[in-house]
T-cell receptor
Framework: EAGVAQSPRYKIIEKRQSVAFWCNPISGHATLYWYQQILGQGPKLLIQ????????DSQLPKDRFSAERLKGVDSTLKIQPAKLEDSAVYLC????????????FGPGTRLTVL | RKEVEQDPGPFNVPEGATVAFNCTYSNSASQSFFWYRQDCRKEPKLLMS???SGNEDGRFTAQLNRASQYISLLIRDSKLSDSATYLCVVNTRLDYKLSFGAGTTVTVRA
């Protein structure tokens, strides 16, 4: 079974630029999560989708971050414009169901904002 | 107060030693508890769930203390390959959103 795929793996941009990340979850997984992990901290949930609907985006900085999962499969996370404090690893995870199911993480995208 | 707090360590132990560490959580209504393992510059992976009665998986033992609101992880007979950051994860809401601790780093030396 293929795991969660993410691209790109690394991205370096200057502040105020835009960037987009892509995630393809495990086939058949209904729930998709985007996390932000700043160095030395645990992952922080940004947004959770179930199929193509948003379950929770309470910690997503909506003035600059957006995410979509239009067909209920893959997803994109965008930052526009980026700030220095957005430097982090962006992890995508998926789970088969919403309730009580293991989350499987992708390898992450390491973003550096200069 | 953070939802999940962990001693960051690092815990430096020799091969074969036993190492244990705790994690505290703030929400008494928390329902599910997990330990994830994260290797350096890798993604987190589920190590084990934590059940009310405590549970073992090989050399790993997890305990839950609801009264004091902490969970623990014990690693027996440590191997070099156990070197990693161990993330304490708690489900604090009914719709299964996970809160992660910052992690406890364990380094096993030869």
């Amino acid at each position: 079974e293929a795991g969660v795929a993410q691209s790109p793996r690394y991205k370096i941009i200057e502040k105020r630029q835009s960037v987009a990340f892509w995630c393809n979850p495990i086939s058949g997984h209904a729930t998709l999560y985007w996390y932000q992990q700043i160095l030395g901290q645990g992952p922080k949930l940004l947004i959770q989708f179930q199929n193509n609907g948003v379950v929770d985006d309470s910690q997503l900085p909506k003035d600059r971050f957006s995410a979509e999962r239009l067909k209920g499969v893959d997803s994109t996370l965008k930052i526009q414009p980026a700030k220095l404090e957005d430097s982090a690893v962006y992890l995508c995870a998926s789970s088969r169901l919403v309730s009580g199911d293991t989350q499987y993480f992708g390898p992450g995208t390491r973003l550096t904002v200069l | 107060r953070k939802e999940v707090e962990q001693d960051p360590g690092p815990f430096n132990v020799p091969e074969g030693a036993t190492v244990a560490f705790n994690c505290t959580y703030s929400n008494s209504a928390s329902q599910s508890f997990f330990w994830y393992r994260q290797d350096c510059r890798k993604e987190p992976k589920l190590l084990m769930s934590v059940y009310s009665s405590g549970n073992e998986d090989g050399r790993f033992t997890a305990q839950l203390n609801r009264a004091s609101q902490y969970i623990s992880l014990l690693i027996r007979d440590s191997k070099l390959s156990d070197s990693a950051t161990y993330l304490c994860v708690v489900n604090t809401r009914l719709d299964y959103k996970l809160s992660f601790g910052a992690g406890t780093t364990v380094t096993v030396r030869a």
